[in-house]
């Protein structure tokens, strides 16, 4: 785990517990990993409620209500759908605070539109809804590694905005 | 993460696949850490469905159906809410294989009967159904990766069974 990672799950639990908010993620490509890193902080439980790890799209749509018509048009790996899966995390899970990741982590299931590494990020607080789509260089451990950690370097902006 | 859990998660994935199950996890005190290493194989999505990291009591309640009488009488670090984590991940994600993960990573919440280290897991297969208590020792990211890698150790163990 990078240390980078640790501070800034350190400067978001400041956050959230200053505002007593709770917070939760939903995962794909990065499969648990940003919820491990969260989690890794001693005293989470007073702040993490939780994550959800919604690797087939059977889980995102039962658990997170992600509209299967996103999923049919364009694709699991999209700005709608992260913002859906954002937005289903805040319902499932109670949390006023949600951020989601899903992406082609690879070596395989990249196309010429959607090549590995392309990793879309939703961020959700309250009523707030943030999007964003990346594109990560290297292998799928470098990918995995590298989206992870954007989801909280953004966390901690727009958390402090 | 560890070599030898990626070569245990390898091992996994090849029974998964030839039975045509599919795989889940719950976990607490992990944090995401089991679903984050079966995640990084290449091609997991062809057997991993999804986690479930239920690091409140509210979320093993509510997406767990973990009886709240188990929570109040012998606590969420037990084998019963263990094997009551592992049935509900079951039904909860339509899989037939889960494992669950729940105890005290530390450094604070141990007690004399259930002192920092005490990590109980719980393993389904089908109908069937183990449980297990351990003490683990180290640090907070010792117990965690300890307790990770311990999960795969059985699950790979009953699986070929």
Redesign the interface.
Known sequence: MLTSDRIRVAQIAEQLLYRKWRFG?A?S????????I???L????RW?????????N??KVN?LKVPETVLETVGAVSEDCAAAMARGAQQ???CDVTLSVTGIA???GGTREKPVGTVCFGWAIGKQLWTETKRFTGN??DI?TKAASYALVKLAVYIQS
Chains 1, 2 share one sequence.
């Open positions: 993620t995962e490509c990065t499969g648990g990993g940003v919820a491990a969260c989690t890794s001693p005293g989470s439980s993490f409620e939780g994550g959800l790890v919604t690797y087939s059977a889980m658990l499932a899970m109670n690879g070596p395989d799928r451990t995995r």
